[in-house]
C-alpha cells in the first residue's frame, strides 16, 4: 500500500492529462463492451423463436443459447497472444468484423447448426473484446484514472444489455411476440440480431482513429511513436519518463510468450496468474449470466408475461448502470478488493433470498407458481443481486484482469484468465436449463449463492490491491 501511495503522489495531477483525447480512446474502446454486452443480451429475447423455428429440446436450445460461449473462450485466449504479436487494436478491429458477420448470419439462419457458426464467430468477437478492450484503456490511461476509466467498459456491457433488452421489448412488442412475422417477412426474433449490425459498424469505423497502445508499441522498439501517443496522455515532459519505465520492465532478453507465466525459480505457475484465473470464474460462479441469458426465461417461469419479463429486463439493466456508476466514483478512492468483498457478501444474502422464495413456490401446470409475497421477494432480490454484482465483481473483475499482470506476461496472463472465465460462463449457461428441470430455481440459486460465499474467503486470502499502482509496478 505504501508504494501505492507512493506511485499516486507521483503521477501527475489529473488536470495535467489530455483528457479529452483519453475519452476519445476510452470511448472507442468501450464500444467494444458495448457489442460485449449487446451481443450477450439480445439471445434473451431469441429464445421461444429459437426454440420454434429450430424445433429444439431444453438440451439443443441450451447449447444454441450456450455455443457463443465457446467462440468467446478461444477468442479470448487467442486475442490475448495475438494482441501480443499484432497489437491491441488491430485485433479489436477484427473482432468488429466478425461483429457484423455474426450478427447478419445469427439473423438469416435457417438451422440450429448454421446458427451455432455464427454465434460462434460472434463468441470469438465478444471474448477478443471482453479482454482487449480494459487492457488497452488500462495500458493507454494515467495511473491515477485507470480504475475510473476501466470500469467504464462493465457500464458499456450493461449499456449494451439493456439497449438489447429494449430493443427486443420494441421488436417483440411492434411484432406482437418474438415468434411472429415482422418486416420483410421475417420473424421478430431475426431483426433482433440484425438490430446489432449498426453498433457494430460504428465500431469498426471508429477504431480507424484511435492509436495503438503505448505499451505493445515500445515492445516492437517503435519508442517515438509510442513517446507521441503518450505525450497527448500524460504531457510531453512525462512522456520520455513513461517510455524509459515501460522499456525496463519489457527488458528481459525474449518476446513475450506463454511459458513466462511459470516462475523460472520454483516451475510452477505464477500465482498471480491462479489469482487472475479465480478472479474471471467466480464472477461467472455466481449465475450473473443465467439473469442476463436467460432472463426473460426465468420471470416467465414464475408467472409474469413475456412483455412484463421484458420489462424487468430493462429495470435490471437501468439498475446495473447506477451501480456501475457508483462503482466508477469509488473504485479509485477506497480501493478494488474492499468493493469485490461488500459485493460478495451482498450477493450471498441476495442469492439466498431468490433460493428461499423460489423454493416456496408450487408447480401448476408444470409451471411454477409463487405467491404475492414470495414473487415480489424474489423481483427484489433478484434485482439488489444484479445491483450488487455491477458494483463490484463485473466492473472490478475487468479492471483488475486488465492492470494487474506485469507487462511481460500481460498478454499471457489475459489469455489464460479470459479462457477460463468463457469456459465458465459457458459450464453456467448450459447447465442453468438441466438445474432447471432437475433441482429448480431454489436449487439452482442455492448453487450460487455458496459459490458466492466462497469467493468472500478467496479475495480475502488471494486478492491484492492495485489501487494507484503503476503497470510497471506490477509484479507476480
Not at 447449447?63 to 495475438?82: D, E, I, K, P
Not at 517515438?224 to 522499456?247: C, F, M, T, W, Y
Request: aromatic content about 10%; some cysteine.
Amino acid at each position: 500500500m505504501a508504494e501505492a501511495s507512493a506511485a499516486a503522489d507521483s503521477a501527475p495531477s489529473d488536470s495535467a492529462h489530455n483528457l479529452g483525447f483519453i475519452t476519445l480512446i476510452v470511448s472507442v474502446a468501450t464500444l467494444g463492451g458495448f457489442l460485449f454486452g449487446y451481443d450477450s443480451g439480445v439471445i434473451n429475447g431469441t429464445v421461444d423463436g429459437l426454440q420454434q423455428a429450430f424445433d429444439s429440446d431444453s438440451v439443443g436450445t441450451g447449447f444454441n443459447v450456450a455455443s457463443m460461449l465457446l467462440g468467446c473462450a478461444l477468442g479470448a485466449f487467442a486475442a490475448g497472444r495475438m494482441a501480443d504479436v499484432f497489437g491491441r487494436r488491430r485485433i479489436l478491429l477484427v473482432s468488429a468484423a466478425l461483429f457484423l458477420i455474426s450478427a447478419w448470419g445469427s439473423g438469416i439462419a435457417g438451422g440450429s447448426t448454421e446458427f451455432v457458426f455464427y454465434r460462434l464467430l460472434g463468441g470469438l468477437a465478444v471474448g477478443a473484446a471482453s479482454v482487449l478492450a480494459p487492457v488497452y484503456i488500462s495500458e493507454v490511461t494515467p495511473a491515477s484514472l485507470r480504475g475510473r476509466l476501466s470500469s467504464i467498459q462493465q457500464i458499456m456491457i450493461i449499456v449494451g444489455l439493456t439497449a438489447a433488452f429494449l430493443s427486443n421489448y420494441i421488436i417483440a412488442g411492434a411484432a406482437g411476440a418474438s415468434t411472429e412475422i415482422w418486416w420483410a417477412g421475417y420473424e421478430a426474433w431475426r431483426w433482433m440480431f440484425w438490430a446489432e449490425l449498426i453498433p457494430a459498424g460504428i465500431f469498426l469505423f471508429a477504431l480507424l482513429v484511435i492509436p495503438e497502445s503505448p505499451r505493445f508499441l515500445v515492445s516492437k522498439g517503435e519508442d517515438a511513436q509510442a513517446e507521441a501517443v503518450l505525450a497527448n496522455v500524460v504531457g510531453p515532459d512525462q512522456a520520455p519518463a513513461k517510455v524509459d519505465a515501460i522499456r525496463t520492465t519489457l527488458s528481459e532478453d525474449h518476446r513475450p510468450q506463454m511459458s513466462d507465466l511459470i516462475d523460472k525459480n520454483s516451475g510452477k505457475i505464477r500465482t498471480i496468474v491462479w489469482v487472475g484465473i479465480g478472479l474471471a470464474v467466480f464472477q461467472q460462479l455466481v449465475g450473473i449470466n443465467v439473469v442476463f441469458y436467460y432472463g426473460a426465461v426465468l420471470w416467465q417461469a414464475v408467472g409474469f408475461s413475456e412483455a412484463d419479463a421484458l420489462k424487468i429486463n430493462i429495470l435490471s439493466g437501468t439498475l446495473s448502470i447506477a451501480s456501475c456508476l457508483a462503482a466508477i466514483a469509488l473504485i479509485d478512492r477506497i480501493g478494488r478488493k474492499p468493493l469485490l468483498l461488500i459485493g460478495s457478501a451482498g450477493m450471498v444474502i441476495t442469492l439466498g433470498a431468490m433460493a428461499i422464495a423460489f423454493s416456496s413456490g408450487s408447480f401448476v401446470d408444470g409451471a411454477l407458481q409463487l405467491s404475492d409475497g414470495a414473487g415480489l421477494v424474489a423481483l427484489i432480490a433478484a434485482n439488489a443481486y444484479a445491483a450488487l454484482f455491477n458494483f463490484s465483481w463485473g466492473p472490478v473483475m475487468w479492471v483488475m484482469l486488465g492492470e494487474m499482470f506485469p507487462n511481460q506476461i500481460r498478454g499471457s496472463g489475459l489469455a489464460v484468465s479470459g479462457f477460463a472465465q468463457w469456459a465458465a460462463n459457458f459450464g453456467i449457461t448450459l447447465s442453468f436449463p438441466v438445474l432447471l428441470a432437475g433441482i429448480g430455481l431454489a436449487g439452482a440459486y442455492g448453487l450460487y449463492a455458496l459459490a458466492a460465499l466462497i469467493s468472500v474467503f478467496f479475495v480475502w486470502i488471494m486478492v491484492r490491491e492495485t489501487r494507484g499502482m503503476e503497470l510497471e509496478e506490477m509484479v507476480g
